[in-house]
């Protein structure tokens, strides 16, 4: 079966600090990946999504960036943490036509 | 542009009552729609999936339905539990050459004794 796995769970970080948090899926390959932020109080927002190895599109300006280095592995980065990084971060996979899509636990993090 | 409006945006019922959930979409080529269930501090997980073909799909006291004519969903929640409390989020996929998700913004529900 497949299973998706996010970490760290919570992550408390000072500003401009580097950030990377990191999702692997087991037991699927060539999933559609995603990382989302969801701010308290409000809906996920699309930060990235990845199609395959490498390829990346970004959704919304920021100074967050994703890479994949391998087929069921999804990283998100920042060089220089800001106030407003903080939330809760969910990674999830898809399907390539759509066709399921599951969702990681979470990292709650918070800039401080 | 695709979009996911969902209703109400929070809702309070008695334990043991029944409610709905609306969702109506623009999105364009449907693909499917699922309902997703969020615990506070959790990631969603799956409830229901419906494709264009398909009305209605229970999961339990999950009931949801599709209306892929005038594309609305809705879920029905029967004899509700307080473990039942969440966000309840409405995704709808596209075709697009590959697929994407469009989000809805959630209804928070509260169960009270």
């Known amino acids: 079966s497949q299973t998706i796995h996010q970490w760290p769970a919570t992550l408390v970080q000072p500003v401009g600090s580097p950030l990377s948090l990191e999702c692997t899926v087991e037991?699927?390959?060539?999933?559609?990946l995603y990382w989302y932020r969801q701010a308290a109080g409000r809906g996920l927002q699309l930060l990235f999504y990845?199609?395959?190895?490498?390829?990346i599109s970004s959704e919304v300006p920021q100074n967050l960036s994703a890479s994949r280095p391998q087929d069921r592995q999804f990283i998100l980065s920042s060089k220089k943490l800001l106030l407003s990084d903080s939330g809760f971060y969910l990674c999830?996979?898809?399907?390539?036509?759509?066709?399921?899509?599951?969702f990681g636990q979470g990292t709650r993090l918070t800039v401080v | 542009k695709n979009q996911v409006e969902q209703s109400p945006q929070s809702l309070i019922i008695l334990e043991g009552k029944n409610c709905t959930l609306q969702?109506?979409?623009?999105?364009?080529?449907?693909?499917?729609l699922r309902w997703y269930k969020q615990d506070t501090g959790r990631g969603p997980v799956s409830l229901t999936i419906?494709?264009?073909?398909?009305n209605t799909k229970s999961n339990g006291r999950y009931t949801a339905t599709l209306d892929a004519d005038t594309k609305q969903s809705s879920l029905h929640i029967t004899a509700s539990q307080l473990s039942d409390s969440a966000s309840y989020i409405c995704?709808?996929?596209?075709?697009?050459?590959?697929?994407?998700?469009?989000f809805g913004k959630g209804t928070m529900l509260l169960v009270s004794p």
């Open positions: 999830a996979w898809s399907t390539s036509n759509g066709v399921g899509a599951f």
């Open positions: 037991g699927t390959s060539n999933p559609n």
């Open positions: 990845s199609v395959g190895i490498g390829q």
């Open positions: 969702c109506n979409y623009t999105v364009s080529p449907f693909s499917n």
């Open positions: 419906m494709t264009f073909s398909e």
């Open positions: 995704v709808v996929s596209a075709h697009s050459g590959y697929s994407t998700l469009t």
